[in-house]
């Protein structure tokens, strides 16, 4: 199920599991958890929603994405995915990551985006070891290497496949 935004029950629903899922990593980096600041961040123009409900109807994962522009190139920047804890591990993350990788292509852009907190081992290895995303070059180690250690995430991409010309 996806859509343009989320509103009223659903959206304190998403809330609650991107807070349950992402406070604490929040707070071990220097900027810290703002609720005020997420909340808007999930509201901002122009946001989508892929959402995982399970067999009694409860939401027990979602993506927040936009598509975008990096450094002139058109992308889908995936801000959040999030997956309940019970659910963790049963493939409904790497579910959602495809699908995102599948409506990226449909949209033409040239890659998937994310942006990973460096102490959360999980995620870097989920991202990079099971869905073979790297380091992006606009990522702070390249971005700003002397100051690398200042930065508390990496930003991680994926080359999307580009649909081919029909009649080529």
């Excluded at 989508?48 to 994405?65: D, G, P, R, T, Y």
């Excluded at 033409?108 to 099971?130: C, G, L, W, Y």
């Excluded at 690398?148 to 496949?161: A, D, G, T, V």
Aim: charged share 30%.
């Amino acid at each position: 199920w996806y859509q343009r935004r989320v509103r009223g029950e659903m959206f304190e629903t998403v809330f609650h599991i991107l807070e349950q899922n992402m406070k604490a990593e929040y707070d071990a980096c220097y900027w810290g958890w703002n609720e005020r600041d997420k909340r808007d961040e999930l509201k901002e123009k122009n946001p989508w929603f892929l959402i995982a409900k399970n067999s009694e109807n409860q939401v027990v994962a979602f993506a927040h994405f936009k598509f975008d522009f990096d450094e002139e190139i058109a992308v889908l920047y995936c801000y959040e995915v999030q997956v309940t804890e019970d659910m963790r591990g049963k493939g409904v993350g790497k579910f959602l990551m495809q699908i995102l990788e599948l409506i990226g292509s449909k949209a033409e852009m040239q890659k998937i985006m994310i942006t990973v907190f460096k102490h959360n081992p999980r995620a870097i290895h989920f991202f990079s070891d099971i869905l073979k995303y790297a380091d992006d070059e606009t990522s702070p180690k390249f971005m700003d290497p002397m100051d690398e250690k200042e930065y508390c995430y990496e930003i991680m991409s994926k080359p999307l496949k580009m649909k081919k010309a029909s009649g080529s």
